[in-house]
Nanobody
């Protein structure tokens, strides 16, 4: 399974970005899909999570500003980020849990840089 993340960039504070992460590479079903972010020198943190049933969980720091969604037909997860703040600057990674037969695997995308200028 390969994950291709895109949509990062440089935006001013208050701006918006939409991240995408598409899964490909075989016959599989997708369980959970999660966005994480990481700043140099700090641990990777969960930003938003969506289950196969569409239930969502958000970090306190982004709740109300970010929205996670998924398109199962396209095997893609999105992160709509609004009202961005400089502290949202990080490398964002997608994490997708896939099921192939009875085997569950956790897959990571390559990361996409988000930079919010003040």
């Amino acid at each position: 399974v390969q994950l291709q993340a895109s949509g990062g960039g440089l935006v001013p504070a208050g701006g918006s970005l939409r991240l995408s992460c598409a899964a490909s590479g075989g016959i599989f079903s997708i369980n959970t899909m999660t966005w994480y972010r990481q700043v140099p020198g700090k641990a990777r943190e969960m930003v938003a999570h969506i289950t196969s049933g569409g239930n969502t969980v958000y970090a306190d720091s982004v709740r109300g500003r970010f929205t996670i969604s998924r398109d199962n037909a396209r095997k893609t997860v999105y992160l709509q980020m609004n009202t961005l703040k400089p502290e949202d600057t990080a490398v964002y990674y997608c994490n997708v849990e896939t099921l192939v037969g009875q085997s569950l695997a956790v897959n990571w995308g390559q990361g996409t840089q988000v930079t919010v200028s003040s």
